[in-house]
Every structure is written in C-alpha cells, then in structure tokens.
C-alpha cells in the first residue's frame, strides 16, 4: 500500500502539472468530511468548487448511483434511454419559473456533462439563435463576456479570460475565437454602450456570471443583473447566466440571480447537479432559443451527455437539493459563518483579513498577503480550503454543513490566524 508521499509523487511524475495541489491525499469522505490515507479528518470547505452542495456521498444519492450501474450506465444518444427524459422533465419543472419565457414557449434543456461543456453548448446555442432567429448577418455575431470572467478552460473559452497575470487561461493557446468583447464586470451603462457601438443587430448574447466565483467571490452591485436584464431585453440579446459555480442553492437562492428577481434566457449549470459524484451538466432555455428551429440532429451532442447514470444521479441530486430546501440552509448558515468570520478579522490577525464577503455558503476573506500558508496552516488543523487567486480564501462547504460544524471550524481559522 503506498504512502501518502509516494501517492503524490506518482501524480506529480505521471501528471501533468496543471494543478498545484495542497498536500493532502484524500481516501474517504462522509457528508462535510474527508479523510486522508493515514484517517486524519478534515472539514472540506471547497465542496469541489461547489460540486458537493449535498455532501459528500449523499446516501440517497449513492443509492441511486448504484441502482442505476446495475441496470445500464451508458446507451449514447444512438438511442434513447428510460432516465435521460424523466430527469430532463423534472430538471425543466425546476427551472420553469427561472427563465425568461416572454413568448411563452416552454423550457427545454441540452444535457452535457462538465461546466466548460455547458459553456461551449450555451456559446454555440446563442450564435445558433443569433443567425436564425435574430438574422445576423454571417459570421459576425457578437457575444460580450465580463473581465476577471471564468467560465472553464476550452480553448474558446480561455480565449476571453482576461486573466493574464501568468499567462494562465489566456497565455500561450492563440490564435483564439474571434466574437467576444469584454466589458467591467458590473458596469451596466458599459454593457449598453458595447452593445451599441457593436450595433445591437450584431449581439447574440451577454454571458456573465452573477457572483464570480473564480475570481475571488466578487459581488456585483445591487442593481446589476436588473439593469443588464433590461438591457439584454431592450436589444433581444440573450442574457446567459453561468451559474455552474453558484446555482443550485450555493448562494442561498436556489440561483443567485434570484437575489434580484432576475429571469435570464438561458442558465449554464453543472457541478452540484452531478450530487458529488458524476459530472452533470446543461444548459436550460426555452424551446424559442434551443427548440428544433435551432438545434438539429448532429449539430452538437457528446458521448456521454444524457447517459442513465448521470442522469439517474442528477435527479436525486435535484430532489434533495429542492425537497430539502438547501438554499435556505445555505443562506442561514452562510450568515452565521460570515459573522463568524468577521469576528476574527476585527481581531488582531498575523495578517491584516481586509475583507469578509460572500452570500449564502459562498465566502471569501480577503488577506493583505499571500494565503498560501494559511491554507496550509488550515490543512494541518482540519480545514480545507483553498485559495483563489493569491490573497483570497473561499469557503465553500458542503450546504449541510451545522452550526456545530461551523463553531469547530470558526475555531480553528482563529487559530491558524491569531495564534
Ligand atoms: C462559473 C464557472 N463556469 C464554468 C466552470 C467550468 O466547469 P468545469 O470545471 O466542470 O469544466 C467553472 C469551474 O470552476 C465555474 O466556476
């Protein structure tokens, strides 16, 4: 049996070293909790970038995994399948009173399976309905993304991260898709401008995420989403709502664009909808933008987009994350644990903690320093999280997580940053 050292050792001669991970080799996991190969236990407090918003090995979940891998996994989309259309129904019913649907026909929705996958179907989507319905003339459809976006790593989509500081997303993988432009995340009057100056008959859609996970947990201002919901109305440019990091109950709504009551015409998730345990992902719009005048047989599909397991999954995933009313839970404890958190910072820390933000279970603190060892300095006492960018913790626990779970964990930060 190898050792820890030996089993990340393998990873970093055998792997490509496209991630600097923290030093811990995990082997088990139950709810918010982890194991490391030698049974030390760790509150998890990245939940896989939002992945595990049900915890780790729902039972339920687990259930329905194993139930499904004993009838058929996999069947491709040659065929149709008895689970693809039941989760796909109870996915549109959820999503119903969310999207835009001025013309009221119907929500559909294109099953993936990772969130950069679900990015590239919403991009080809919108270009789709651009030069079908909207008629833009050829090849000149426009789509306006935000600064400090992420939206995964495709070599289209790397091409519009603004992400330059090492070269990172966007360095070294050009020539890149041409059509997108980049505005200030949050700045409405910015993103009217852009759409006029590229002619509005150009525009085929605004992709935006409505809290930017990746770039450190930025909230836009209030008014935001409202005003750039008007404007994508005012112009008929789709309003695409990347909410593969924060829906799903994540930000204490069941999506974060509903901390404003924000209906957009096309919903980009994938994460939490896999429960932790298979890659889930779909875009969600309605039959006016995805219908059959707009995607036909062929023009996009994935092996195994759609598949009975994933799909029998992501129904449990939806029922529990729906029946068990996570959002709320997310939105009570978030509070609590940011109150906690602003605690600490008003004490004198090793390093300034300027800034606690966050909604629901999505939190950041920001540090006038490097994070770095304080993730490690967390890791050695029980807590993972991880740094986004070099001065941002997130804390982003399983939306299970208790009061009683928060007080150890708020402890244990205090620890590692007064001493
Ligand atoms: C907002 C957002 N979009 C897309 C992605 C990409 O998802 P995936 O890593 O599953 O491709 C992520 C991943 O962190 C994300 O946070």
Known sequence: MPTSKELMEMDTTYGAH???????????????????????????????????????????IIKALKDQADLVTLTSRAFYNDKMGPFLKQLCDV???????????GVMALPMNTGAEAVETGLKVARAWGYIKKKIPKDQAKIIVCKDNFHGRTITIVGFSTDISHGRYFGNFGPYTPGFVIITYGDAEELENRILELG?????????????????????????????????????????????????????????CDHENVQPDMYLLGKALGGGVYPVSAVVTTTEIIGPDVIVPGV????????????????????LIV?????????????????????????KTKIPIIDVRGKGLLIAIELDGKARPFTEGMKDKGILAKETHSTTIRFAPPL?????????????IEEVFVG
């Open 200 to 256: 509005p008959e150009n525009v085929a859609g605004f992709l935006f995420e409505p809290m930017q996970g990746e770039a450190g947990v930025l909230i836009p201002h209030k008014g935001f989403l409202k005003k750039a919901r008007e404007i994508c109305s005012k112009y008929n440019v789709l309003m695409i709502a990347d909410e593969i990091q924060t829906g799903l109950g994540r930000t204490g709504k069941l999506f974060a």
């Open 18 to 60: 496209n991630y600097h991970p923290i030093a811990v080799v995990i082997s088990k996991a139950e709810g918010v909790w982890v194991y490391d190969l030698e049974g030390k236990k760790y509150l998890d407090c990245l939940s896989a970038y939002s992945s595990h918003n049900t915890g780790h090995r729902h039972p339920e």
């Open 95 to 105: 999503m119903k009173p969310h999207v835009n649907d001025p013309k009221k026909t």
């Open 400 to 412: 299970v997580i208790t009061k009683e779970q928060i007080d150890w964990a708020l402890k244990i």
């Open 300 to 319: 996009h599909g994935s092996t195994f987009g759609g598949n009975p397991l994933g799909s029998a999954v992501a129904m449990k995933a939806l029922n």
């Open 323 to 347: 029946g068990e009313k996570l959002a709320d839970r997310s939105a009570e404890m978030g509070e609590y644990f940011m109150v906690g958190l602003r605690k600490i910072a008003a004490k």
